[in-house]
């Protein structure tokens, strides 16, 4: 009988969990999910047969180390701090390892022992990144077999709320990791548009962000995600003009979240300041992010000095929404700034119990064949059940579990440090998405002027 291991059983492991239960009999598998807590991981067990759930303190070595060797595959859903941990684990057990997060330089390290034993480290293999570069890679290779020439990239992918339930005025519900919304564009963005590299720093991620009307979904800001340029030699597009991947959101969201930053409420190193706002106010904790960074007295000044007057009452009501005139009392565990923002992400905009979160992604190819200017549109939506079973949970969990379910079947044999971008492993993985209901819809048309 194979074991998984699975590490973490937080809100996008819900439909990973689920699928690797209801295989867990035919494929003839068990599952151990280890989480610094226990009650979420029994919860999502459900009482089956076939899984267990254990807790682990995740600054143990001894302790995760005896987890991985008892397993034949390990998946992390961990925040991304904790994969290098148990990827050492995993080389010195000799074992598999997924998960769904951007490959760092701790695991880029490895690579040389990975490769030495014939592992195979599959990273980036959730929803973005994940599903992103496997369906992108499947429209590259498409439009090659047949002679074509990519000439540009643009790749959009929003987790957001479904209409139906968009009731506040951030058009915005949390549906996975909180921390990561917080400082979404911290690191900046890089890409390039007709030949022209682009850099941008925190504040101008969110600057006057482009909008993408997607019908009948409505218009959704696009702010750029991270370095694009890395991707290059990994979709073989070295002699493509245009390269963007973006993250989308509402305008309103975007618009408000430019102001977030240069205000300086989402910094996550300002650790020193706040021990002085110990037992003070959220509102205390506000004004004096204003005064030290925009070196505005009141909010008034604020919007005086830093906001547009056409965006002054959006932002105060979107700001007011979020709680930073709040009396109420900064929580005890925060150390930083971006600890108070992620606190009132969670608390202001939760998603409620009936609630359906909603993936969008599109990406537009430009290329030419046979003498001739095209572009495809490839799209992609899902709405979630409820707040249990996101559409998030589904888009990072699926991925992850049908690549472990292929590899334990042995129809995945490559090794290495992977990401899904190599026909053996996208072709499989995108065909049992499909059959799970997450399927892309395509459009190819003459190619408009100024793409």
């Not at 989480?35 to 600054?59: C, F, M, T, W, Y």
Request: proline letters at 5%; charged letters at 20%.
């Amino acid at each position: 009988m194979k074991k998984i291991l699975l590490f973490g059983a937080g809100k996008s492991a819900t439909v990973l969990i689920g699928y690797l239960l209801r295989h867990a009999r035919t494929e003839n598998w068990t599952l151990t999910i280890a989480d610094i807590d226990r009650e979420p991981a029994q919860s999502k067990l459900n009482g089956h047969e076939q899984g267990k759930a254990v807790v682990v303190d995740l600054n143990d070595p001894q302790a995760r180390k005896q987890l991985v060797e008892d397993a034949d595959i390990v998946i992390s859903m961990l925040p991304p701090s904790f994969h290098v941990r148990i990827a050492e684990d995993c080389v010195k057990c000799k074992k598999h390892f997924l998960n769904a997060s951007y490959i760092d330089d701790g695991l880029r390290q490895l690579k040389s022992l990975i490769e030495k034993d014939n592992l195979l480290f599959l990273c980036e293999t959730g929803l973005d990144p994940g599903i992103d570069h496997m369906s992108a890679m499947q429209l590259f290779d498409k439009i090659r077999s047949k002679g074509g020439t990519i000439s540009s990239f643009r790749s959009h992918c929003g987790g957001l709320i479904a209409p139906e339930d968009d009731n506040n005025p951030w058009h915005y519900k949390i549906s996975w990791n909180p921390r990561n919304i917080a400082l979404a564009g911290y690191a900046g963005a890089v890409y390039k548009e007709h030949n022209v590299i682009t850099e941008r720093s925190y504040p101008e991620v969110f600057e006057n962000c482009p909008v993408l009307e997607i019908p009948p979904l409505g218009k959704w800001a696009c702010y750029p995600n991270r370095n694009s340029l890395a991707y290059i030699p990994v979709y073989q597009l070295e002699n493509t003009a245009t390269i963007i991947r973006n993250t989308l959101r509402h305008p309103d969201f975007c618009t408000a979240w430019y102001y977030i930053v240069i205000a300086g409420l989402s910094t996550p190193t300002d650790d020193l300041m706040l021990t002085n706002f110990q037992g003070k106010s959220i509102k205390d904790w506000f004004t004096a992010c204003l005064n030290v960074h925009t070196k505005s007295e009141t909010f008034d000044d604020f919007l005086e000095r830093c906001v547009a007057a056409p965006r002054q009452e959006l932002v105060r009501h979107l700001f007011h929404y979020l709680g930073f005139f709040s009396d109420e009392r900064i929580p005890n565990h925060v150390r930083s700034s971006a600890d108070i923002l992620q606190y009132l992400l969670e608390t202001r905009l939760p998603l409620a119990a009936g609630d359906r979160d909603m993936i969008i992604m599109i990406h537009e190819i430009g290329y030419e064949i046979q003498g001739q200017q095209r572009k495809t549109v490839s799209s992609l939506m899902v709405k979630g059940d409820d707040a249990l079973h996101t559409a998030m949970a589904k888009t990072v969990g699926l991925p992850l579990g049908i690549a472990a379910r292929l590899i334990l079947n042995g129809r995945i044999t490559t090794t290495g440090l992977q990401i899904p971008v190599i026909k053996e492993l996208y072709i499989p993985i995108l065909a049992e998405l499909e059959q799970n209901g997450i399927r892309f819809t395509e459009d190819d048309h003459p190619m408009p002027a100024g793409f």
